[in-house]
């Protein structure tokens, strides 16, 4: 079994998040979900300001309740670890932070999130919000074909936060903020180097790694990579990377820069 520091692995989310919150007088919980909002969320309703939600599963903090503040997110919604939340919680959320000017929905491109950010996008539609929903997926790990949901959304959505969240501070439209968070989102490519196999609390590593190995475009939740290959200095690594990231090979998401993109 992995070492973590929590209580016990049923109570760790909630946990985390309450000491998030008790940490943080900006912040509140939304009473019986796992949705951690803005404490000043009616100041920015009432400035027409358009508001942002994103969310999914827990494991990933700082993701995504830590990027809940001014200039970024209004709120955040947690599903158990490695799970995506209810879409009654992430309807609970748009109907906390309901703007005149209308919600944003930021999700990362994996089956679960889509599914339940996208029901709760169209019942909140039903109800009257103007909501509109962006998906990230930036991953250049593995080919897209019809056996695959596409790209998977990693860290990238981090920056669609911030772009996002800066406009909408700026007082910009709803139309206007999520054609720029679409336009942030295709503009990302990430892959990811992964040294050790993640695990569960109360749970034993998912998969085995050996010493001299690392994994080529692992997923954030323990899924496949591109390839395992043995250790090598940094620079290599980054050489490698940049390979993979910019390879035309028919059939994958490569990411092919614009003109003038600067690549260190």
């Known amino acids: 079994m992995s070492k973590k520091l929590i209580n016990s692995p049923a109570n760790a989310v909630d946990e985390a998040l309450a000491g998030l919150v008790g ?3 900006s ?10 909002v803005r404490a000043d969320i009616d100041s920015v309703t009432e400035q027409n300001k358009v508001t942002l939600i994103s969310g ?8 995504h309740a830590g990027f809940v503040g001014k200039g970024m997110l209004s709120a955040a919604v947690a599903g158990g670890v490695f799970a995506s939340p209810p ?3 992430v ?10 000017a209308g919600t944003l929905v930021i999700v990362k491109n994996y089956t679960g999130d889509r599914l339940n950010f996208g029901i709760a996008v169209e019942q909140a539609k039903m109800e ?7 998906v990230v997926g930036e991953d250049t790990a593995l080919p897209t074909t019809e056996f695959s949901a596409g790209r998977r959304g990693l860290c990238g959505i981090i920056l669609v936060h911030k772009v996002a969240g800066a406009l909408a501070e700026l007082g910009a439209t709803l139309e206007t903020v999520a054609a ?3 336009q942030t989102a295709n503009a990302i490519a990430t892959l990811s180097i992964s040294l ?21 475009g692992l997923g954030i939740h323990g899924e496949p990579g591109a390839q395992r290959i043995k250790l090598k200095p940094v620079d290599e690594v980054v050489a490698t990377v940049f390979e993979h990231m910019t390879q035309q090979t028919p059939g994958y998401c490569y990411f092919k820069p614009e003109a003038g993109t600067v690549r260190c």
Not at 91 to 100: F, G, K, Y
Request: charged residues 15%; glycine residues 10%; hydrophobic residues 40%.
């Open 23 to 25: 940490a943080n007088p």
């Open 27 to 36: 912040l509140r919980l939304l009473q019986g979900h796992r949705v951690v």
């Open 56 to 63: 999914g599963g827990s494991g990933h903090e700082p993701a």
């Open 87 to 89: 879409s009654a919680s």
């Open 91 to 100: 309807l609970a959320a748009l109907r906390a932070v309901a703007s005149p």
């Open 128 to 134: 009257g919000m103007a909501v509109k929903m962006v």
């Open 180 to 182: 720029f968070a679409q």
């Open 196 to 216: 050790t196999p993640c695990s569960l609390p109360g749970c034993k590593p998912s998969f085995n790694l050996n010493e001299d190995e690392m994994e080529l």
